[in-house]
């Protein structure tokens, strides 16, 4: 049984910064890949990065690259989503995936303003 449970979440001013942390149970290999997406107020799902198994590859989309960094601690069964130079448009609530898109966090709220 995988569960995801993000956290992390609040209000921060334009420029600031937030960790979000998802932790994770009841994975096996076979959702080594794990993710971010987003979804703003009357806007579509949005993916944001993933990262491997072992830490050493990630990749970005291009509206948070260089921006956001995604890492994780697989001792703790946690990933990690550190947040820089936020911006209003950067306001969604963000879920944590596994790879195959099969299991979702309840996500959790990041608002800047």
């Known amino acids: 049984h995988v569960q995801l449970v993000e956290s992390g979440g609040g209000l921060v001013q334009p420029g600031g910064s937030l960790i979000l942390t998802c932790a994770a149970s009841g994975l096996t290999g076979g959702y080594a890949r794990l993710g971010w997406f987003r979804q703003a107020p009357g806007k579509e799902l949005e993916w944001l990065c993933a990262?491997?198994?072992?830490?050493?590859?990630?990749s970005y989309a291009g509206s948070v690259k260089g921006r956001f960094t995604i890492s994780r601690d697989n001792a703790k069964n946690t990933l990690y989503l550190q947040t820089d130079s936020l911006k209003t448009e950067d306001t969604a609530a963000y879920y944590c995936?596994?790879?195959?898109?099969?299991?979702w966090g309840q996500g959790t709220q990041v608002t800047v303003s």
């Open positions: 990262i491997w198994t072992d830490g050493t590859k990630a």
């Open positions: 995936v596994t790879g195959d898109g099969n299991y």
